[in-house]
């Protein structure tokens, strides 16, 4: 495997066990996110109420207004 695809594999990693960030990221660039936002990030949020409320707390704590 090459130095290239070795580090696209770890970024790869990182952005599936963190979701939340890439949310955070969104929502800085775009000034808000939606609910359909966070369950394209968070999809079995619905079944895992610990990261939606996660969600939450991450945009509550960075002020990022959610719409619905």
């Known amino acids: 495997m090459s130095k290239n695809t070795s580090t696209s594999a770890k970024s790869d990693k990182k952005n599936l066990l963190n979701p939340i960030h890439e949310l955070i990221e969104l929502g800085h660039s775009q000034g808000y996110v939606t609910f359909s936002n ?8 619905k079944k895992d109420v610990t990261s939606l409320e996660k969600a939450f707390a991450s945009l509550l704590k960075e002020d990022i207004p959610y719409l619905e």
């Open 38 to 45: 966070i369950l394209n990030y968070i999809p079995n949020a």
